[in-house]
Nanobody, 114 residues
Framework: QVQLVESGGGLVQPGGSLRLSCAASGIVFNIYTMGWYRQAPGKQRDLVAIITSGGTTHYADSVKGRFTISRDNAKNTVYLQMNSLKPEDTALYYC????????WGQGTQVTVSS
């Protein structure tokens, strides 16, 4: 059974930082492209960042220079370091594992507000 379990969300002030984690089980983690997506209320789910099995990364323009995605294949975990957070980063953040079949986590809420 595949499980993606996100953690690390919360309430943070503008300009603050959070680190999201996604622990995967039930997949051969090191062959999967791992990603983070987010969905704000009333909006579609959008790509935030992905990291391939080879370590290549891609970011949405809105987060370039502020967010960093990384992976630890020994721990079957992908991370999203989020710095200089803005209110518009507020959303439910989802972990994604993609190979032939995509898998999704349940999401972790990030709220940026003063």
């Amino acid at each position: 059974q595949v499980q993606l379990v996100e953690s690390g969300g919360g309430l943070v002030q503008p300009g603050g930082s959070l680190r999201l984690s996604c622990a995967a089980s039930g997949i051969v983690f090191n062959i999967y492209t791992m990603g983070w997506y987010r969905q704000a209320p009333g909006k579609q789910r959008d790509l935030v960042a992905i990291i391939t099995s080879g370590g290549t990364t891609h970011y949405a323009d809105s987060v370039k220079g502020r967010f960093t995605i990384s992976r630890d294949n020994a721990k079957n975990t992908v991370y999203l370091q989020m710095n200089s957070l803005k209110p518009e980063d507020t959303a439910l953040y989802y972990c994604n594992a993609a190979h032939y079949v995509p898998y999704w986590g349940q999401g972790t809420q990030v709220t940026v507000s003063s």
